[in-house]
């Protein structure tokens, strides 16, 4: 049996991973070797009971008094503060699924990859801040990296074991378009907390849907891309595609274009990737083509939606650029969610940090993580200003 590393499991991703884990018990059976959250005790300890890992961590130091009190149920060893994650990527599970929100997530990739299990990616600012560490790693040997994350998981189908990447020109990265699909600037100057909250079409964390409102989402996927595929920015184009049925779509040097197409449901990505390269059965529903009528498209609109237009800067300056738009992204949602800040600022702050900020090579988690801190701090400081 395979065993698995669940890291993140209290979010959106993480509950939905082991949704997939149990309906793969007949099938493609997976064991569940360690798991991580961070502060939801509750649903941790219904997990922990369910699961039975042999490693635990709680990101949150602060609640190891809670969970002591009663530390008999809980069955396995649990660590509490960041350095558990650790301890969960290097428990030696065939498959580490990083499902954790935030740049957080960067050094249990590494740390995974360096212990020899594959890791199955959606934490994507793992790639962002530090695509060269993971690049790096993968070239030595280590992986697979499969990810998560439905376009690049759409392009990773797409491609399959065809040989089909040696003729890959473009890929085509499908987004919904958010809540605010074609509102103008003027428009987005007056959206709320709840409205960018509400995805039309996917059900995910809140960091994540705010991403979506102002497609930096899209942006942090674009750089994602780069990386996975080892295209360069101007050949990843973001096109709108409201009903979220294309997940992406690959075009080759012969202009064939191949496209992964099924109801948004992040299950099937996850399976994908828990299951890859084989496929196996699945219970959720399919997409009907005649019920869901006409698939449409649209150009995004770059002056509305300043985030993604910096994310393809931020992934041209290379270096720690993208670690900085990342960073200053994080404050700027977090900040917005808790009404610190203007939807509009988001984008405004992520400049202030990107035109601020020197670019500097990348040759170790240490230099991700020394830019990562300078853009926290900077867009802090800012966020009192812009908002
Ligand atoms: N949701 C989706 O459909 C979707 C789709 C594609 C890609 N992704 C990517 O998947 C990742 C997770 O997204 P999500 O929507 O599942 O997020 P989420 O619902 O907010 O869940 C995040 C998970 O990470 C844990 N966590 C938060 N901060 C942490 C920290 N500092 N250290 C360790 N663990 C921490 C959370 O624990 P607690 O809840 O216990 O605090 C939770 O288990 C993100 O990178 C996102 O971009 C998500």
């Not at 376009?151 to 189908?157: F, I, K, R």
Request: glycine content about 10%.
């Amino acid at each position: 049996m395979r065993t698995l590393s669940l890291l993140g499991s209290t979010g959106s991703i993480g509950r939905q991973a082991l949704e997939v884990v149990d309906s793969l018990a007949g099938t493609f059976p997976y064991r569940v070797l360690a798991m991580t959250a961070g502060r939801n005790v509750p649903l941790f300890r219904e997990q922990a009971r369910k699961y039975r890992p042999e490693v635990m961590a709680l990101a949150d130091p602060s609640l190891r008094s809670e969970v002591a009190a009663n530390l008999g149920e809980w069955g396995g060893v649990i660590e509490f503060g960041p350095p558990g994650l650790l301890t969960a990527a290097r428990a030696g599970a065939d498959v580490v699924l990083n499902a954790v929100v935030g740049v957080a997530g960067l050094a249990a990739t590494l740390a995974a990859l360096e212990a020899g299990s594959a890791v199955a990616l959606a934490n994507k600012e793992s790639l962002v801040a530090g695509g060269p560490l993971i690049a790096a790693l993968l070239d030595a040997g280590a992986g697979p990296l499969i990810p998560v994350d439905s376009e690049p998981s759409a392009v990773l189908q797409c491609l399959g074991d065809s040989g089909a990447q040696a003729g890959l020109a473009k890929i085509i990265l499908t987004a919904s378009g958010g809540p605010f699909r074609g509102y103008t600037a003027e428009g987005l100057a007056e959206v709320t907390r709840d409205q960018a909250l509400a995805h039309p079409t996917w059900k995910m964390g809140p960091k994540i849907t705010v991403d979506s409102a102002t497609l930096m989402n899209k942006g942090l996927e674009a750089i994602e891309m780069t990386w996975l595929f080892r295209v360069k920015p101007e050949q990843v184009e973001v096109v709108i595609h409201p009903q979220s049925i294309i997940h992406s779509m690959v075009e080759l040097v012969d202009g064939s274009i191949l496209a992964q197409l099924s109801p948004p449901d992040m299950r099937l990505p996850i399976q994908f990737a828990l299951t890859y390269p084989r496929r196996v059965p699945a219970p959720w529903p399919r997409y009907d083509p005649v019920a869901v009528g006409p698939l449409t498209f649209e150009r995004p609109d770059l002056n509305a939606f300043r985030c993604l237009h910096l994310a393809y800067e931020a992934a041209k300056m290379k270096g720690t650029a993208s670690a900085v738009l990342n960073a200053a992204n994080e404050v700027a949602v977090q900040s917005f969610l808790d009404g610190r800040l203007a939807f509009a600022g988001i984008a405004g702050l992520v400049q202030a940090c990107l035109d601020e900020l020197p670019v500097l090579p990348v040759s170790s988690l240490d230099d991700v993580l020394a830019a990562d801190a300078a853009a926290r701090r900077l867009a802090v400081r800012l966020v009192g200003k812009l908002g």
